[in-house]
């Protein structure tokens, strides 16, 4: 009872949903009487929620930490170590942390609490970068880190867990998630496509149709078009079936299109938004052995370069390619793309290791050679 009170006077006094409680049970244990005890004592957290049956519900480590510290009584003192150039933080978050509120956190340690605070820090810093230009770079790559992580920083998506409609009555507002994974993801890290048709001189560049399936089926049946593709070969019911995949609503950041030339397909371009923030894509090509040789790949490529770098506000784009395909490689050099890497019998394809190039242009140098 004791507990219970101490939890409202922290919580407030606010209705627990059935679907908030399906929640609690999911992610959290109940307290052990002897956790009850120690919680009075200010050792151990309050519980992050009660039931309406009053169970107080803790996270499923709720105690480890004590052990890690080796021993209850020493949990205080280990766990302020972890702010040493800042003892009154560490003491704030050591009241914080015994209050039982850290319930965004998959898991509640000095760790992550720091992680936690410097990504949010990090994400409004950025959002305030974006909201003033959506493709600063520097907002960009912030974003993604905050928000998705970087090789050894974990993101908020990973730190944070769902939370509840009890926690927005309780904590007056949006959830951590809704309010730095969710908003931050819808307002700058969900591609929006360009208005279609997109067009050239001589091309017309459109999402696919069902329709556009048959123009594709001679080229991919053949095995000396296919050979230098991650794809094998494909026969008339797999060319439909990858045209009628290609139609399908996704999460666009794979942007595939069809090559029109008066009227007629005459091969397709894609881009796939990819890296931190979803700054950086990468560019595919293909032309039908019939419509090769008059530079429709080369200009529908200049078009999805403008539309990677003016519409989706990338900084870079490159080009991954088996080392053999000498005519790719050459559509690279045309685009001003710079070969980066020249790998080695670096991957498996079609029965042979094989080597490949990867080719790069970041948008500062598209802009210069355009201009
Ligand atoms: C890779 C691929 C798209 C290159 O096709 P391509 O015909 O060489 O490229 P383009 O359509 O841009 O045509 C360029 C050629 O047309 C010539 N050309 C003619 N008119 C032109 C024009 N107006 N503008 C530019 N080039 C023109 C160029 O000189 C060049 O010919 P060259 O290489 O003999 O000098 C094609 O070989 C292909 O689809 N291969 C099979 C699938 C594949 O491997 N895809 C790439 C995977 S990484």
Redesign the pocket.
């Known amino acids: 009872m004791a507990v219970h009170d101490r939890y409202v006077a922290v919580n407030g006094d606010h209705p627990m949903g059935p679907d908030d409680e399906a929640y609690v049970r999911e992610h959290f244990v109940p307290a052990t009487s002897e956790a009850l005890e120690l919680m009075l004592a200010d050792h151990l957290p309050l519980p992050s929620y009660v039931l309406g049956d009053q169970t107080p519900m803790v996270p499923p480590a709720h105690g480890e930490l004590a052990e890690v510290a080796g021993g209850v009584e020493r949990l205080r003192r280990w766990f302020v170590a972890f702010w040493p150039d800042d003892p009154a933080t560490g003491e704030q978050e050591w009241v914080h942390y015994l209050s039982g509120q850290h319930v965004c956190l998959r898991e509640v340690t000095p760790v992550r609490i720091r992680q936690r605070t410097e990504r949010i820090a990090e994400a409004a810093a950025a959002l305030d970068l974006l909201r003033r230009d959506p493709h600063d770079p520097t907002g960009r790559g912030m974003l993604g880190e905050a928000v998705d992580g970087v090789l050894g920083v974990p993101g908020l998506d990973t730190l944070l867990l769902p939370m509840t409609a009890y926690d927005r009555l309780r904590f007056g507002g949006p959830t951590d998630r809704e309010r730095w994974v969710d908003g931050p993801r819808a307002e700058f890290l969900t591609p929006v496509p360009p208005v279609w048709p997109l067009r050239t001189e001589r091309l017309l560049l459109r999402p696919h149709e069902p329709g556009d399936a048959e123009a594709y089926v001679e080229a991919w049946a053949s095995e000396e ?2 050979s ?2 991650l794809s094998r070969a494909m026969n008339r019911a797999e060319v439909h079936e990858m045209v009628r995949r290609r139609t399908q609503p996704g999460d666009g950041r794979f942007v595939g299109l069809v090559v029109e030339h008066d009227g007629e397909v005459v ?1 397709d371009s894609m881009l796939h938004l990819q890296g931190t923030g979803l700054s950086e894509g990468e560019i ?4 039908l052995p019939q ?9 529908a490529a200049r078009e999805v370069l403008r539309m990677a770098f003016e519409h989706y506000g990338l900084r870079r784009v490159v ?4 080392a053999r ?1 000498e ?2 490689a ?2 690279c050099e ?1 685009l001003g793309m710079r070969r980066e890497v020249d790998r080695v019998a670096d991957f498996w394809s079609k029965g042979t290791w094989t080597s490949s190039y990867e080719y790069a242009i970041l948008r500062d140098e598209w802009r210069a050679a355009s201009a």
């Open positions: 078009w296919t230098l593709l091969g595919g090509w293909t032309v419509h090769a040789g008059r530079g429709f790949a080369t200009e080009a991954n390619l088996d395909n005519r790719s050459a559509l045309r």
